[in-house]
Structure formats: structure tokens, C-alpha cells
């Protein structure tokens, strides 16, 4: 049987000696770690600053907060959901005239050069600097646009940082046709719709629920040493939702095939961030997976320091109380938390704060 | 341990006599039944027209269509919200400057000669005919309020049928100050928001899990004979949703507070549906309760005839194939659908009948 927040993991003994304790939590919101939802293409070297036990503090500390105060998640929602008021700075990406994604004006300078593969075209009407962008004309199948994009974007060199070698497909909403094929990194510079799969891994004992929550890798790439979720990813061009999770199961947590197939899918969130020349429009599909109460994560990629047994009212603490989650993992969680009663009809904000979590394009 | 699909209840034998077998579905989808969402004021004398042996024959039949064809579930989210073609036919309901509802022009002419109670106001824009309607300055508090419009109401007679003498709470959303109560038969001629708490209870048992359905009484005063769910009903003045739910537990399913306490809150649906002069605006919130294997519930108001134990994949076969259930009640199931992971992200629609479930106003 496992232990609540207990360390299982070799990394995490030395994550907590390298820990700085801060308790002064409210004037720590804007500390360096806060403004991760922007650094994400450009992490520091250091890690997030904190430490398991600053995190298992600040969520058992019974005297700090009234847990029907909804105002720490609606916080975390606005952190996903920034710069729309800045919209007017970004045209339509338009593929075979659908809408794929938004450019900023800005990075569509940059763009001009490459005109064999992009045209940028000026509207019509009284007002001549409206534009979009779309594609050659010669540029006709999947193949072509995906090579012609990708080899744009090596061109393109550091303004695009954090190249994955990962593909995301290019539709105008899940399920439909997808036009080409763009790198991960790319997406939010083309404002293109990206999926992602999120899971909750959970225990249940004694009628007391349990989240398994995991700590980055201080050395990932993007958020590193931020809290996560057990198994997160995105959803890469040719794999199904279902699988994808298998997949991640495996490779972040060491969940067994013959476990994770047990991983029911509960929903969707969506956001809408606008961040200078980046407009992410993300959709994740979310899935809760209840795990046997002696199961114990092993992560087999490097992308996860360790993990922790968090009562789900202690991980909700610390989504309300400090920004060391991941800024996403927050409104999957906050998902969880509605749908398994931690977050009540009676409290004050609760239809517009469950409204919110599918504040983006969720098509 | 409780049988799938059996009868316990005495009325469920009188019920399958009466039952007329019907097997041509797709002919029968405009059935006097399929019409139930407009008749719900003026109920017939007889019964929806089928019985629990049409509804297990249909539920069980694996050979008619594909589970991940979702179209039968979008038909029913559209029942529930019909008519916004024809929003400009009503007119905004003010109190203290919120607007906390919309009266049908037409209506608003039955209101013009209680000038003591009603204001009814033209615009002051070139539009002349633009018009909202106030109540009248001299009625400043709660009660004043509930008095004099209760008074109209009974006044108006037969234009507002089913008088159920419950008052709802009129508010501009859900927890903010409420100017009036309002009797719950006349909420959609005035189109004030309407909350209301829906319950799946539901068993699991060797990896299954099945759903109490409830078949409502053939002398019920709305929506006679039709399906239902376990537990559910209007949210009145003065309770708390958790309340209302144990309460209605007790009365409709016989579920003692001791299990009925553990019942969950798992987030809530909303629709707007307009018909003639009624502009129905609710939001239900929704809650799941697991029962022992071993439960059987037992009416005690005489609202309902009988319950059956139905596993939930049959459940979603009679939403998608059917108009059997009482309208809203399939939205409450879609939902429940999706948490459980029965409707699954790589269905087409997925995310589109996931965004659909909130269509109404869910403030």
C-alpha cells in the first residue's frame, strides 16, 4: 500500500535538499516560476525554485484559505487565457479557405521572403492592411506543404526556438482533414489548433482520493521542475487518442499496457493564450485513470524527477496557493476537481469558473 | 444483488400490459411522445404510449446502428434547444437594472393591465417599438414582489397551465442577490433562469456499470410515462443543491441520507428553448451517486411507476434511438456518458456535442 506523499524516487531526495523553503507564498506569486506559462520556449537552465517540501507545505497548511474561495483557480484559468484584447494584431491562416490558424503581422514579415511557399495576401476592401496568409498555389498535397513549411522553419532558425522534431496536424478542428503537417514548436507561430492528451492517475482508499502528481525533470526542456500531472502529452500526427495515452503511460510513469487500457476519457479543456508573436489554441483531452492503491509510477524517459501521493484536496491547495504547476496541468485538475465533487455547486462562481475551463476554441 | 433490466415494482407489470409493442423506430421518431418537449404544460390524459418492454428491446438490439455514430445524441441536445430563430420576438425583463429574464412581446400585452404591478417600456432609439419590461418603482422589496406578480399569475388564469405552487428564485445567475420568487409554472413565460438538480444513480459490478432509470407515473402532471432519471427536480427557494438532491433522494427513490450524502457533484448542463411565449433558460446541475449492487429504489411521492436497472450502453442506445426519455433528462445522461468514458474522443463530433451540453446560458 502506498504511503500519501511519500517520496518514491532516488531524484527526489536530492530535489529536496536542493529546495529553498519560502512561506511568504502570496508575495512569492510573481517570483520567477510565475511567469512560466511565457518562458516556455525559453527555460532557464535553473530549475523552478521549489522543492517537494515547499509544495507538500503550502498544500496541508489547513489555516491558510477557505477551500470555497474559487478566486486561486480562476487565477490559474486567466494564466492560460491571456491577450485577447491582442487578437487584432494577428490574420487568419487560411489552407483550401479554411481557417488552420492566426499570424501575427509581425512574424508574417518574416514570412515574405519565403514566397514560394507563403502568400501573403491584402484584403480587398476600404481598408488595405487587412491581409491573410495561405499557401502557393503550387503547394498541393499533405507531402508538399509539410516539407515546404518544415524547411521554412529551419530557415527561420532562432525565432522559432525549442524545436521538437515532433509533428502536429495542421485541420481546422478535430477530425476533419488535416491540410499538412507542422512542428510542435511552430504551432502557437501559426496559431494552429493543437491536441493534447492529460490524465489524472488516481487512488482511491478508505473513500479518500489521491492524485499522482509528478515533478519535471529540472533539465526538460520546456517548464522545467514544475509540477505535472502523471502522464501528459501532446497528440502527434497518426496516433489516436487512446493510444497516445497507452503510449505516454508507458514511457512516463511505467504503467502497464494491461492498466493504462483502463484509462477513461472524461472530456475536454481548451484555452487561448496570445503571447507576442505566439496565439496557442489548445484542446486537451482529458482522461482519469484509477490506479491499484500499491501501484507505484516509474518514469522511463528522463521527463520526470519523481513522484508524489497528493490528497486531492492537498493538490488543490497548491493549484490555489502558488504557481508550481505546470499552467495547463492546473485546469485538468481543476476539471478533476469538479468532476469529483471537490469543487461545490454552492460555491460562489462555480458555473462561471467550470464555464471557463473551455475558455478556447474547443472544436 | 440486484438483476439487469428486471422489474421491481408492482405498477411496472401493469405498465407492460398496457405497452403497445412498436418496432419502427425511425417512423415513430414523431410519435405524439416525440413532441413531449412542447406538451409539458399541457400534458395528455394518456401515457407516453410505450413500456418498459419496447424500451429493453430497443435498448439491447446490437444489430440496428454503430455506437460511435453520435448523430442520435445531437438530435436530442437540439430538442432541448429550439427556436432562437425567433429570440427578437421577446423583449429583456429588468429588475434593478439586471436583466433576469425575457418576455414574449405578445405576452407582454396580457401584462399591460396590471400597470400597478408591470412597466412595460418603449426604447427611446429610433426603434420605437423597442420596449423592456420593469416592475412597477412602488414594489421595492423581495416580498412585495412575490406578492403582487403571484397575484398576476393567478389573474392570468389559463394563459399559464400546471400550477405547481413552488417558487424558484428569480436572479440575473446563480448566487447572486434574488429580487423575487416566482412561481415555478410561469418561469418560462417570464424566462428567468431555472436550476434544477439531476442525479445518475448507478451500480458497478464485475467492470459494468448499469443506471436506476425511472419511468414517470402515466398520471404525472408533466411529461407522463416517459423515462427518466433515478432522481431529479427543480431547485426551489431556500435550499441548497446538496439538500435539494438528499431530499428528493428520500421522496423519489426511497434512498436513505446516509447514502444519499455521498451523491457528487460532477458539473452541470444548460439549454435555452424557445416555444410560443416560453423561453426556457435552465441550467441543471448534475450529480452522480454509485449505490451498493444490492440497492432497489422505491418511490414514495407516487411520481413514479416503477425502476429498471439498465446498463449504460443500453441507456445511450435508447437517448440515440428513441425519444423515450423526458427530454433534458438525455442531456444528463449524454454527460454522464462522457465522464464515464462511453461517448470517446475519437467518435466524429466528440468535442462539438461536448461544447453542445452547455448551449444555454450556464450562469
Sequence with gaps: MAAIATSFSA???IAHRRSRPHLQLVARRRAPFSTAASSSSAPSAAAAGFGWTDALRVASDTG??????????????DICNRGMDKKGQFVEFLVEDQVVGYIHKGFTDH????????SIVSGNNCNSSLEHVTLHSSLK??????????????????LIP??????????????????FSLERAAAPYFGIKAY???????????????LWIGKRSDVKQTYPGMLDHLVAGGLPYGISCKENIIKECEEEAGIPRSMSTNATSVGAISYVDIDGFRYKRDVLFCYDLRLPADFVPNNEDGEVDSFRLIPVRHAGNIIRRTDYFKANCNLVI?????????????YHGYLKLLQSLRSGDCS
Excluded: C, W
Design 334 to 346: 481543476i476539471d478533476f476537481l469538479f468532476r469529483h465533487g471537490y469543487i461545490k455547486p454552492d
Design 141 to 158: 498535397t499533405q507531402e508538399d506543404r509539410t516539407i515546404a513549411i518544415g524547411n521554412v522553419i529551419k530557415g527561420l532558425g532562432e
Design 196 to 210: 493534447g492528451v492529460h490524465m489524472n492517475g488516481y487512488i482511491e482508499a478508505d473513500g479518500e482520493k489521491s
Design 111 to 118: 514570412l515574405r521572403d519565403f514566397n514560394d511557399v507563403f
Design 162 to 179: 525549442g524545436i521538437r522534431n515532433e509533428l502536429y496536424p495542421v485541420t481546422s478542428s478535430y477530425g476533419t482533414p488535416v491540410y
Design 11 to 13: 531524484a527526489a531526495a
Design 64 to 77: 491558510l484559505d477557505d477551500e470555497s474561495d474559487l478566486s486561486g483557480y480562476f487565477r490559474k484559468v
